[in-house]
């Protein structure tokens, strides 16, 4: 084989070589411009697929608030009276702690003496003129929580109370309190109590001891 010949053959060989070179780089080029096509449509397709989620969710949102709006300002719906009875509950229950706790809280007459005065926020006239609740500890001259050295500590209430109607609410109420007299051992009481408050006037318009009715009722069948 001449020089010639073989100087060509190497020419043809450099020639394909270039050529299987750029057509692989062309296929590589086009190839990785597809691969970027997709991974953009895909991309975008989750933008728009997490866009109509957020706007789906924000609508259901609205849905369930522009419903409980309407179900609320109908003061005649269950949603609005369920509501409203949950609010009261809890009026209920924070004002009893108030009141026990000024009730059968006290280590002196002053103290004792002072409960109506404290408790006029909480209750109506009429509880406050009730003498087994509010009565004066003064007997034949002489004020027998200092005379005897009685003390009492108010220690928890539970409160139970019916359905609200007309502004009215039945209530069961235990209290405990702790007490003892001066230098003797302390004694735990439970007491229960029956009332009625009203939500309009936001008082307990009744109390009254089961202790001190079973008592009535029982010289009353004696």
Known sequence: MSKKEI???KILFLGATAIVVIAAVLIMFRYSAK???YISLAQNQTIQNKT???EISKRKNQLVKDTYNKAVSNPNST???NIEQVKVSKDIEQ????LFQILLSYRSSADFNSRAEKAADLVTNSVLQDKEIFG???SEGTHYVDASGL????ISAKVSEGVIKNNKVAVLIKAKSTSWYAGQHRAITDDLYIGEYDASLAKFTQIKSLDN???ANASANN
């Open 7 to 9: 100087k060509h053959r």
């Open 35 to 37: 691969e970027r096509r």
């Open 52 to 54: 109509l989620k957020n």
């Open 79 to 81: 949603a609005a009276q």
């Open 95 to 98: 004002k009893a702690n108030s």
């Open 136 to 138: 004066s500890d003064l």
């Open 151 to 154: 003390n009492s500590q108010y």
């Open 213 to 215: 009715l079973y008592r």
